[in-house]
């Protein structure tokens, strides 16, 4: 722990650390240095994917126009349009002056205007960009009804800006400084303070503090890099208060955007509402009733089917609810809080009654403290909500009672939730995102897909299901002719499999979204078709994170690009789509090689998402190699059914970037030398001979830069479908 002292520009002093001394601070932020070093390596080692990491504005007025430009990310070189996911929202690559000798203006790539229409509505909204290597990855912009964009840092103790209730105040964060607004409050008032950071993909941990005139602190409240950050200030005195926000850890910059709304609890904004980010485990969710249960002292008798919205108004709040069921009846409940990013940890028991009158008494039958818990180590499903399928073993009226566990006071006193009851029902959700192409399944960050000619992608889809474990047949509709891809099983003793998404050789460039769907099918039994919900990384691991930070998003995107080929394709051999083995035995799956300039070295195929008891070893393919066979063993033990897996392909390829940007600079060099050939231009000779040289040097680095090089790339496909039978 380190005690702080704040200066009058704002910035943070700090005295001495109780548990670190300064060396040890200073190799902690060598360490992270070097894993940030590392971690850009790491990238640079794929094929060119756009990534989009901060943006110049994240906070939109509706009916406004205002500049807006990439702040920070990778591959983004050439950046010369937005996609906002509302057509209101559009922008226009802003154009520089032109270069001497040319009336052609030069595009000032990723830099934009962005017009926001009067209808488009108060709400989060999101923006990818798009360059040389594709479409990125999606950021979140929030559109107000009123935005104040400040451009001087509020970072003055004496003289902080004031707030204006319902305005939205945004900027970024500077490392080791406080933001300072100042509030005039109102005696008896209640004011509700908003900090929009997790809504809007900040890395932003905030600490929002009221300070009074006389230096004494009213109000402290803690963040996490989870949700935004909402408290309730009630005002004892009419005087103006200081409003202090910073980051838990003293960050700042690109990435450490905020947004501070201040709005009266007796007027509350309605749009606020529905800017939330949503977690992966979030697809379970519901909506919430709009009104608020009344909170009771004795138990509320609820019929089936059951919803209502609730609190936890204190951190010894017991809610009570009675269930009157009959012997055999099976119900599905779950509460619904910490999947819309409640502070909370919610445990549920069910009792049921022993005697009657006077003499009865409570016994407990069931514990429940979380739901789902489905990971793969990037993406988690887990949730605290309970979750539970009942079946009542007598004719009786049931007693629930909801506890929430988390009752710390530093992120909220009061949380919302939801309590649902209905007639038990099988059923499926499907969550689906890109992942990272990495041979360590752990390592992930937020990219675009960018597809070339015969290149794949990997798309996971999860299945989160309730009641029956019945096998579900993963597809993408409507995919267009240019991109391949095949069907995909999760079996019934899986939660997840992987799609694998081929671009062919004739492409255009195009942005095309993808629509997955699956259907669970038992016998002749088929479901109707359950639409995945996609998600998206928003921030690696690393630093004060120890896993990636997820969420919910608008849609799922390939982008193709047709400049650009993959020097190799692993692909399965005519006849080898779907092979049928029985349990103990082995087959061998034929597979085919194709392989172009900068293609030729060996590839070492490494088994994805295999079934149980079930091996493949990594198989080299010597770089000569244009047909291989690779043997799959089948053990006793496996569990008859369909599934689906893939090879990974690890190998140097090589290839050359950026051409055209070589080429535009060469047309350039050849249209000042003819400049200078003309018998009218003699009088600009010493001029021209200046910027031809300059060209020159330009168009000599240039060659360099766009040599192919080699990178490591991790290939994926070919995706096979094991029919195992007993």
Not at 481 to 488: I, N, Y
Request: glycine share 6%; net charge neutral.
């Amino acid at each position: 722990m380190t005690c702080h002292d704040s200066l009058a520009d704002g910035s943070v002093k700090r005295r001495a650390p109780l548990r670190c001394d300064l060396p040890t601070r200073l190799i902690q932020l060598t360490v992270l240095a070097l894993f940030a070093c590392l971690a850009c390596q790491r990238a640079t080692a794929q094929l060119p994917a756009f990534e989009l990491r901060g943006v110049s504005q994240c906070f939109l007025a509706a009916g406004s126009e205002s500049d807006f430009s990439i702040t920070q990310g990778t591959h983004n070189s050439l950046a010369d349009r937005l996609l906002f996911s509302d057509p209101g929202i559009v922008a226009q690559l802003k154009q520089g002056a032109a270069r001497a000798f040319d009336n052609a203006a030069q595009p000032s790539w990723g830099q934009f205007k962005v017009k926001v229409a009067p209808e488009v509505k108060p709400g989060r909204y999101e923006v990818r960009a798009g360059g040389r290597f594709g479409l990125s990855n999606p950021r979140a912009v929030i559109v107000a009804p009123q935005v104040h964009a400040l451009t001087t840092p509020p970072h003055d103790i004496n003289n902080p800006p004031s707030l204006a209730i319902d305005t939205v105040h945004c900027r970024q964060t500077a490392a080791a400084k406080r933001e300072r607004y100042r509030l005039q409050a109102e005696a008896g008032k209640t004011y509700r303070l908003a900090v929009f950071c997790s809504s809007i993909d900040s890395e932003l941990i905030p600490v929002i503090e009221v300070v009074s005139q006389q230096g004494n602190t009213l109000l402290r409240k803690f963040g996490n890099d989870r949700s935004d950050l909402t408290v309730d200030f009630s005002a004892i005195a009419s005087e103006p208060v200081t409003v202090c926000l910073y980051d838990a850890l003293y960050r700042g910059g690109p990435t450490y955007h905020y947004g501070l709304l201040v709005e009266d609890t007796t007027q509350p904004l309605e749009w606020t509402d529905h800017v939330q980010a949503f977690p992966p485990s979030a697809i379970s969710r519901v909506d919430l009733p709009s009104e608020l249960t009344a909170e009771i002292s004795d138990a509320t008798t609820l019929t089936i089917p059951a919803a209502i919205r609730a609190r936890f108004d204190h951190s010894r709040d017991r809610d009570q609810y009675l269930l009157k069921l009959s012997q055999g009846q099976a119900i599905d409940m779950h509460v619904l809080s910490d999947r819309i990013n409640q502070p909370t940890n919610v445990r549920m028991l069910i009792e049921q009654p022993q005697g009657e009158g006077d003499g009865q008494t409570w016994k407990r039958i069931a514990t429940v403290e979380n739901g789902q818990n489905v990971t793969d180590s990037v993406i988690r499903l887990q949730t605290r909500d309970p979750i539970h399928r009942f079946t009542a073993p007598a004719e009786a009226t049931y007693r629930i009672t909801l506890i929430d566990l988390d009752n710390g006071q530093s992120l909220s006193s009061v949380q919302d939730y939801g309590f649902f009851a209905a007639p038990a029902s099988d059923r499926f959700q499907l969550l689906a995102y890109h992942t990272y192409p990495h041979k360590d399944a752990k390592t992930s960050r937020p990219h675009g897909c960018c597809l070339r000619k015969h290149e794949s992608c990997v798309v996971r889809v999860f299945a989160l299901r309730t009641g029956k474990n019945e096998p579900i047949k993963i597809t993408v509709d409507n995919l267009p002719d240019s991109l391949t891809c095949t069907e995909t099983w999760i079996a019934s003793n899986q939660n997840q499999a992987d799609l694998i998404i081929t671009a062919k050789e004739d492409i255009d460039a195009a942005t095309i979204p993808l629509n997955i769907v699956g259907q669970s099918i038992n016998g002749d039994s088929t479901s109707p078709l359950v639409a995945a919900k996609p998600a998206v990384v928003q921030w690696p691991s690393g630093g004060s994170r120890t896993s990636p930070t997820t969420r919910l998003t608008d849609q799922l995107i390939v982008q193709t690009q047709p400049l650009d080929t993959m020097p190799v394709q692993v692909t399965l051999a005519p006849g080898q789509e779907k092979l049928q083995i029985q349990k103990g035995k082995p087959v061998n799956v034929k597979l085919q090689i194709k392989r172009a300039e900068g293609g030729k070295n060996n590839i070492v195929l490494r088994a994805r998402n295999l079934p149980a008891d079930t091996k493949a070893g990594d198989l080299t393919i010597p770089g000569d190699k244009t047909e291989i066979e690779w043997k799959i063993e089948v053990g006793g033990k496996a569990v008859p059914g369909t599934y689906s897996f893939w090879g990974q392909g690890e190998t140097k390829v090589k290839l050359g970037v950026h051409p055209e940007v070589h080429t535009a600079e060469v047309q350039y060099l050849e249209h000042l030398k003819a400049l200078r050939a003309k018998e009218e231009t003699k009088d600009q000779h010493a001029e021209l001979d200046k910027q031809i040289a300059a060209t020159t040097k330009r168009v000599e680095d240039l060659q360099k830069q766009t040599q192919p090089k080699d990178y490591t790339v991790y290939l994926a496909g070919p995706a096979i479908t094991l029919e195992i039978t007993p």
